[in-house]
T-cell receptor, first 113, second 111 residues
Framework: DADVTQTPRNRITKTGKRIMLECSQT?????MYWYRQDPGLGLRLIYY???????NKGEISDGYSVSRQAQAKFSLSLESAIPNQTALYFC????????????FGPGTRLTVL | QKEVEQDPGPLSVPEGAIVSLNCTYS??????FMWYRQYSRKGPELLMY????GNKEDGRFTAQVDKSSKYISLFIRDSQPSDSATYLC???????????FGEGTQLTVNP
């Protein structure tokens, strides 16, 4: 089984809808991240969490919220989806031990019509 | 201006070629430098990790960092079709802090 899983893998929704993307990990890592990937812009950090009680905004948090329900679960919500939130979304995890290797999930392709 | 600039390509080379991938950056506080590889429809995975200036070699891959020029490179020797992927550079100011990624270079190695 994959160490970092994301659900759903693909989602098409309409403008104004509330959407939740979920991430689970079995790696036992404290740190979890949400990124979006767009052509020409690369990976950009939306939110990150260094432990269950720690939530931090990233580079592009407007229009998004997160919830760290447990060490292993980190959800990303789009409160009112808009077309420019169409992107590939990745969850990642890491544990600090001298380097910051991040382990990525398989991604969720979100289309907002 | 982006903090990290990376030529998106696409780059197409014949099998066996030496490939050079590069990133430039503007933040002089970056000290830790990484290369991630991303296959189609997959998440990125760490390929190389280096600290400060210098070279690091791992098999057919060599990572170079020149902090004075704010320039990093990844060299792939004897490239293989299985190396076809998008390569993203990433960097951070202190170990364990936030990563800043380049946009990625799409590489195709033709048999």
């Amino acid at each position: 089984d994959a160490d970092v899983t994301q659900t759903p893998r693909n989602r098409i929704t309409k403008t104004g809808k509330r959407i939740m993307l979920e991430c689970s990990q079995t790696k036992g890592h404290d740190r979890m991240y949400w990124y979006r990937q767009d052509p020409g812009l690369g990976l950009r950090l939306i939110y990150y969490s260094f432990d269950v009680k720690d939530i931090n905004k990233g580079e592009i948090s407007d229009g998004y919220s997160v919830s760290r329900q447990a060490q292993a679960k980190f959800s990303l919500s789009l409160e009112s989806a808009i077309p420019n939130q169409t992107a590939l979304y990745f969850c990642a995890t890491s544990v600090y031990h001298g380097d910051n290797e991040q382990f990525f999930g398989p991604g969720t392709r979100l289309t907002v019509l | 201006q982006k903090e990290v600039e990376q030529d998106p390509g696409p780059l197409s080379v014949p099998e066996g070629a030496i490939v050079s991938l590069n990133c430039t950056y503007s933040n002089s506080a970056f000290q830790y430098f990484m290369w991630y590889r991303q296959y189609s429809r997959k998440g990125p995975e760490l390929l190389m990790y280096t600290y400060s200036s210098g070279n690091k070699e791992d098999g057919r891959f060599t990572a170079q960092v020149d902090k004075s020029s704010k320039y990093i490179s990844l060299f792939i020797r004897d490239s293989q079709p299985s190396d076809s992927a998008t390569y993203l550079c990433a960097m951070e100011e202190t170990s364990g802090s936030r990563l800043t990624f380049g946009e990625g270079t799409q590489l195709t190695v033709n048999p």
